[in-house]
């Protein structure tokens, strides 16, 4: 007689798929706790062409680092970092909206992973700042 599968082990075979996918499923970083980390700046997008160049070179001199709660700015080479609190409004899988005690409610900030290692920050509406992952030592 072949092999059949009786009740019993259905079930048990429907339990371990059910258990291995939410295994896999809290294995998934949530958009924020992927935001964790050092960011540097690579373009801006979105200005004009005349101030494409001038744009890249600012953007490229930003660095963000985000830890638990707090965010660190530092928005050249030569300036001093500026570390605030922030609060996650919302978020799904890819996009984060925050606030800031430094900027305020009103203020909210749009940040989208791209991937892993990439991110845009919306400065302004149709205006962004491309961020590529700190490599880790």
Known sequence: E???????????AAILCFALSAAVAGCQKTAS??????WH?????????ELQQSANEA?????????KDTVTLRA???KDPMASKYVVLREDKRSVVLVTEQDGAANEQT???DDDTTMRWQVLQGKTITFNRDKQP
């Open 59 to 67: 953007a490229q001199g930003m660095e963000l680092e985000f830890k």
């Open 76 to 78: 050249a080479k030569d």
């Open 111 to 113: 940040l989208t992973l």
């Open 33 to 38: 706790e992927r935001l964790v980390g050092k």
């Open 2 to 12: 072949g092999q059949g599968y009786d009740g019993a082990s259905m079930r048990r």
């Open 41 to 49: 700046g690579v373009k801006a997008e979105g200005v004009l062409p």
